[in-house]
T-cell receptor, first 113, second 115 residues
């Protein structure tokens, strides 16, 4: 596609529910990243994929968070048993390969009530 | 671990003025990349400028230029002839060239251009 596409753009969920956030990277980009941005804060790294493997999961805040990438393309970030502190914008990004410019999607705004 | 520090939480200038945003970083590596990203209210993170650490010459992109001081680990962004559309959050970011190449971001500077 022309850019990194994320869905949904906005999601309101009840505390304790599971949510899935989807990222469709730029076609041909092998590297894919998930970041979290809380209100008024900087970007917090969550996980990095190279192809379908995740060499760096160091940023996932708890075992309620998981991510997968299939076919070297689309990625899904899953948050189980959501908590209010999970409310944030979740940004996905991709690059042609590691070290190249990273392009971001518009993010998925998650609100846990 | 690398860290990136932006010491100016907010800045405000008049249209057409020049403004400089500060960024310092900490790393033990010699080869790396530095970036400035812009985030307008639309939330889209937009790459403004990129610098490779092995290059002595400061990167420029139209009205945007950087002052890269490798020894001082400083990477400031200068915006010349500022425009209303430059109003946004600006993030400085570091990327290693070794291992998992992820961006490490500063906390951001909120820049407002006043008419």
């Amino acid at each position: 596609g022309a850019g990194v596409s994320q869905s949904p753009s906005n999601k309101v969920t009840e505390k304790g529910k599971d949510v899935e956030l989807r990222c469709d990277p730029i076609s041909g980009h092998t590297a894919l990243y998930w970041y979290r941005q809380s209100l008024g804060q900087g970007l917090e790294f969550l996980i990095y994929f190279q192809g379908n493997s995740a060499p760096d999961k160091s940023g996932l805040p708890s075992d309620r968070f998981s991510a997968e990438r299939t076919g070297g393309s689309v990625s899904t970030l899953t948050i189980q048993r959501t908590q209010q502190e999970d409310s944030a914008v979740y940004l996905c990004a991709s690059s042609l390969d590691p070290g190249n410019t990273i392009y971001f999607g518009e993010g998925s705004w998650l609100t846990v009530v | 671990a690398q860290t990136v520090t932006q010491s100016q939480p907010e800045m405000s200038v008049q249209e057409a003025e020049t403004v400089t945003l500060s960024c310092t970083y900490d790393t033990s590596e010699n080869n790396y990349y530095l970036f400035w990203y812009k985030q307008p209210p639309s939330r889209q993170m937009i790459l403004v400028i990129r610098q490779e650490a092995y290059k002595q010459q400061n990167a420029t992109e139209n009205r945007f230029s950087v002052n890269f001081q490798k020894a001082a680990k400083s990477f400031s962004l200068k915006i010349s002839d500022s425009q209303l559309g430059d109003t946004a959050m600006y993030f400085c970011a570091f990327m290693t060239r070794q291992g998992a190449q992820k961006l490490v971001f500063g906390q951001g500077t909120r820049l407002t251009i006043n008419p």
